[in-house]
């Protein structure tokens, strides 16, 4: 994609409410095991992602989010891990969420981090990124739903698809607590998507529709303006249970299963519609990794 971004931010961005940043990174999944490594790469530079560390136990289908400096992982026991995004190395202990289950989602405006739904609940919880500390009732979802995708244009945080939503898409004001306002719909009803966003638009990839129909379905909204998604193009190969994460201009959408696990590493172009182009590959096929990003 010729990628080299001018748009880079400083470290310092978590004060300004940032929430992504030039290293994505990608965390556990499904391997043989429920994997407890994590990888990164350079979301401007296409090729093969590096070994960053490890959570502290093997998960999979699990949530992310970031302030730019501090990446937040959800595992199915309940328990909130860190990182430094800037630093690899091992995920730290931050504090327990109020719910214990997998297949959720998150958001974060920089500053607040929002996780919502998982299986059936539609719970929503919500941190504070830079105090570590156990997670606080945010509100509720529409519909309960597990393996949605989240994302943020930095004030509204939208949740999208899930095994009872459907193609239902969400939205939250993420700075003020309450229950989430129903926002439009997907162009295709699925579940174990993946999503990402920049400060405007919100693109959602992947996922499985009825019968286990894999897709290779992207598709778009423009985050402020309420209304039904739009499409946007396609991924190089249908696949669900991806995970995505972006630097502000460009997505990279990694791991998943297309009929096994998946190194595949699709990027794409936020503000231009098109099918995804190859980036490179994870160093292990991760179904259902969690991501963030950061700098």
Known sequence: MGLINSDVIPESAA?????YGSRGVFAGGWTTIRDPSMEYVTISTTGTSTSFGDLA????A???????IRG?????TNSLEYITIATTGNATDFGDAIISTNHR???SDGVRGVFG??????????ITIQTTGNATDFGDLTVGRGGGAGCSDGVRGVFAGGNASGDTVDYITIATNGNATDFGNLTYARQNIGACSDDTRGVFMGGYGSGINIVDIIDYITIATNGNATDFGNLTTPKYYVSACADG???VIAGGNSGSNNVDIDNITIQ?????????DLTVGRNGPGSCSGS
């Open 72 to 76: 937040v992982f959800e595992a199915s």
């Open 105 to 107: 989602s998150g958001c």
């Open 15 to 19: 004060a300004a409410g940032i929430w």
């Open 272 to 280: 231009t519609t098109g099918n995804a182009t190859d980036f490179g």
């Open 249 to 251: 201009v460009y997505g």
């Open 62 to 68: 699990i949530a992310g989010i970031s302030d730019s």
């Open 57 to 60: 136990s093997g998960e999979y």
């Open 117 to 126: 739904g998982g299986l059936t609940y539609n719970v929503m919880d919500y």
